[in-house]
């Protein structure tokens, strides 16, 4: 039945990597080029979901991360609208198969950055608080914010995580298990030059803003079901979100795919968090 769902919303657009369940205006963004994770190895990772009267279940839409312990980071273009009802939305955590275990958690508060721009997807960021703390354990915890003069390029070790489409047309299979893919980060300036070539040929414009990051390389990214998880990165002896999937072309593809930047939004972060 989800096998079923899941053809059904591989459809992309041009500029976001989220399942849909036909509610949200943007229609949606798997982990391409990845292998299955264990569990407990990314616990900040977390499913959410959107009830489908299709199948008559609360049903994957987008990613995210656990950064706080009442605290959820998304993608802005994976909630259905600026006065979105909380209780629409549901968040699965501790788990690395999507819908083994159904105990679910319900949001007491949704806040998408002030700045979001649902065309360009500048400050393509949300938070969703939980209505309890989390109990944190092996498989249960947050993942550590960079600091505003952290620098990240190629050298580092980053990975991206979700349960998207394995490519394009592909979708992720029963028991629906977690997959991580190690990508690497691209300089916004190589980036830039990627997507004016890949625009000249299609006649279509990506704009690239510095409150976006890139990273990904061909058959190697995210995909539909990916938008609003993190891009993690190994430094300074722990795991360090940088990005929030955001925005690509299309599925393993020769372009880099686009994050949201997490530095560009500390301030707006620790805000509501702290």
Same mark, same amino acid.
């Given at each position: 039945?989800?096998?079923?769902?899941?053809?059904?919303?591989?459809?992309?657009?041009?500029?976001?990597?989220?399942?849909?369940?036909?509610?949200?205006?943007?229609?949606?963004?798997?982990?391409?080029?990845?292998?299955?994770?264990?569990?407990?190895?990314?616990?900040?990772?977390?499913?959410?979901?959107?009830?489908?009267?299709?199948?008559?279940?609360?049903?994957?839409?987008?990613?995210?991360?656990?950064?706080?312990?009442?605290? !959820?980071?998304?993608?802005?273009?994976? !909630?259905?609208?600026?006065?979105?009802?909380?209780?629409?939305?549901?968040?699965?955590?501790?788990?690395?198969?999507?819908?083994?275990?159904?105990?679910?958690?319900?949001?007491?508060?949704? !806040?998408?950055?002030?700045?979001?721009?649902?065309?360009?997807?500048?400050?393509?960021?949300?938070?969703?608080?939980?209505?309890?703390?989390?109990?944190?354990?092996?498989?249960?915890?947050?993942?550590?914010?960079?600091?505003?003069?952290?620098?990240?390029?190629?050298?580092?070790?980053?990975?991206?995580?979700?349960?998207?489409?394995?490519?394009?047309?592909?979708?992720?299979?029963?028991?629906?298990?977690?997959?991580?893919?190690?990508?690497?980060?691209?300089?916004?300036?190589?980036?830039?030059?990627?997507?004016?070539?890949?625009?000249?040929?299609?006649?279509?414009?990506?704009?690239?803003?510095?409150?976006?990051?890139?990273?990904?390389?061909?058959?190697?990214?995210?995909?539909?079901?990916?938008?609003?998880?993190?891009?993690?990165?190994?430094?300074?002896?722990?795991?360090?979100?940088?990005?929030?999937?955001?925005?690509?072309?299309?599925?393993?593809?020769?372009?880099?795919?686009?994050?949201?930047?997490?530095?560009?939004?500390?301030?707006?972060?620790?805000?509501?968090?702290?």
């Amino acid at each position: 039945m989800f096998r079923l769902l899941l053809l059904a919303l591989s459809c992309l657009e041009s500029t976001v990597f989220m399942a849909s369940v036909s509610i949200s205006r943007s229609k949606p963004v798997g982990i391409v080029g990845g292998q299955r994770t264990p569990p407990g190895k990314w616990p900040w990772q977390v499913s959410l979901r959107m009830y489908s009267y299709e199948v008559n279940s609360w049903v994957h839409i987008c990613g995210g991360s656990i950064i706080h312990p009442q605290w !959820i980071l998304t993608a802005a273009h994976c !909630i259905q609208s600026q006065d979105a009802d909380p209780a629409v939305y549901r968040v699965q955590v501790g788990e690395v198969y999507l819908y083994k275990e159904q105990e679910l958690l319900n949001i007491s508060r949704i !806040i998408i950055h002030p700045d979001y721009n649902d065309v360009s997807k500048r400050f393509d960021l949300a938070l969703m608080q939980l209505t309890a703390l989390l109990v944190t354990s092996t498989n249960v915890s947050p993942v550590s914010l960079p600091k505003d003069s952290s620098t990240f390029d190629s050298t580092d070790q980053c990975w991206l995580v979700g349960w998207g489409n394995l490519l394009q047309r592909v979708p992720l299979q029963p028991p629906y298990q977690l997959h991580e893919v190690k990508i690497p980060i691209q300089d916004n300036k190589s980036c830039k030059r990627a997507y004016r070539k890949k625009s000249s040929d299609e006649h279509k414009a990506v704009a690239i803003f510095d409150d976006m990051l890139c990273a990904g390389t061909s058959g190697r990214g995210p995909c539909f079901g990916d938008s609003g998880g993190p891009l993690v990165c190994w430094k300074s002896n722990k795991w360090i979100q940088v990005g929030v999937v955001s925005k690509g072309i299309d599925c393993s593809n020769n372009l880099p795919s686009i994050f949201s930047r997490v530095q560009s939004s500390l301030a707006w972060i620790h805000q509501h968090i702290q």
